[in-house]
């Protein structure tokens, strides 16, 4: 299979977007977040301290990038009208000059922007766009949120891959835990031989776009007490008879991600153990009947927190009922009780209501589910029934 889009999907995103664009008389699209430029591009670098920014008008695209960059983008065969280089950050001529000249080539009235200028967590500093130009400058990030929100079909069919592959990584998980092993070490042996099976079963043609083993699955320190913790940080755990656990597996497959998540329990469950399992089974049913295409994602959760209180549960609640899915772990939309998007179809959603009791447990399920018009379409499909949730005892 192609683990990159083809160039017309990318195409057909800009010529889309550009219309929306000329409907606001906006002149052309600067872009920063590394997100957003492989979104449109399909060009995925590491972001560091050094800026790349993507300028788009109806006639010509046209980046700036670090040298360090240039035959990485070659390899993409990008087809673009000029490219401009610097030799690295700060450098004698900032980078945002570069990005200056690229802009003031064209006469252009106003501008739309993710964010006005390069922003980065690895000690960047440097002038916003603004001012730096006499061109008009309009912040536009909402509106590219909810332009990628809504995925294409061949997008789609990426995190179906991916979801397959989740599968794969619980299924190593589930077969490599058991009572006496850190979390830790089951987290590696089934990371080791999940990747190890994609890389056989993809090739040499198999890329990622990022870093690190194709395939992560593990507990991430919610194991016993710490699954009561709903973003714990590993912590070499040893796994014990009783013990819930709450476990994960990510894989990018050209990009996109899907989210697969279950709860198992060590041994034979308490009688609390199982009334909180089905809650938490229960809670993810009524997400799922409760999204389709046209409601508001604030009434998914809504319908999902009333369970809670008709449970008495209330004080278990953590987080919001899902979020969005694609090129990030996290993005919008989120099934949250503020949030008034509507839902539409071709967004894909993890949804993972949560149950947590501090000091013993938590419980959750997470699956990645694509919205339609009337309900989802379910994409992750590893078991969460109880029976087959329980880690052996040898």
């Known amino acids: 299979m192609s683990f990159m889009l083809d160039r017309k999907i990318y195409d057909r995103k800009k010529e889309k977007l550009l219309a929306r664009l000329e409907k606001e008389e906006l ?4 872009l ?69 000249e690229m ?10 922007v993710d964010q006005d200028g390069y922003g980065s967590s690895y000690g960047y500093f440097g002038e916003s766009l603004s ?33 397959k592959w989740d599968n794969l990584g619980l299924k190593y998980l589930q077969e490599e835990t058991e009572p006496g092993l850190s979390e830790i070490e089951a987290s590696m042996r089934a990371s080791m031989k999940a990747s190890e099976a994609i890389i056989r079963a993809f090739g040499p043609e198999y890329e990622q776009t990022g870093s690190g083993f194709p395939i992560t699955v593990g507990y991430r320190g919610q194991v016993g007490e710490g699954s009561s913790l709903p973003h714990a940080i590993a912590s070499n755990e040893i796994i014990k008879e009783g013990d819930v656990l709450v476990n994960g597996a990510g894989v990018e497959i050209g990009g996109y991600s899907s989210e697969l998540e279950r709860t198992w329990i060590v041994g034979e469950p308490t009688q609390e153990q199982k009334e909180y399992f089905e809650l938490a089974v229960r809670a993810q049913d009524i ?10 994602l604030s009434e998914v ?3 999902v927190y009333r369970l809670y209180e008709k449970e008495d549960i209330e004080d278990t609640w953590r987080h919001h009922t899902g979020h969005g899915l694609g090129t990030r772990i996290h993005e919008p ?24 009791i ?32 329980i880690i052996p005892v040898r």
């Open 103 to 112: 802009v003031e080539e064209k006469d252009y009235d106003k501008i739309a």
């Open 301 to 303: 959760d809504k319908e």
């Open 131 to 163: 001012e730096l130009i006499d061109t008009e400058v309009e912040d536009i990030r909402l509106e590219l949120e909810k332009f990628f929100s809504v995925k294409e079909d061949e997008e789609i069919e990426l995190m179906k891959e991916s979801a």
């Open 287 to 296: 997400a799922f009947d409760a999204i389709e295409a046209g409601k508001e």
């Open 27 to 30: 002149d052309a699209l600067c």
């Open 333 to 356: 939309p989120f099934l949250d009780v503020g949030e008034d998007w509507i839902l539409k179809e071709n967004m894909v959603l993890s949804v993972e209501p949560g149950i947590y």
């Open 358 to 389: 501090k000091d013993y447990a938590g419980f959750r399920h997470s699956d990645t589910v694509v919205v339609k018009k009337n309900g989802v379409e379910i994409l992750t499909y590893y078991p969460r029934s109880l029976e087959e949730s």
């Open 32 to 100: 920063f977040s590394p997100t957003f430029i492989f979104n449109l591009t399909g060009f995925a670098f590491l972001p560091t301290e050094r800026p790349i920014a993507y300028l788009l008008d109806r006639e010509s695209e046209k980046m700036v990038i670090p040298r360090l960059e240039k035959e990485h983008l070659e390899r993409r065969e990008i087809e673009l009208e000029k490219l401009y280089t610097y030799p690295d950050y700060p450098g004698e001529k900032h980078p945002m000059k570069f990005v200056k």
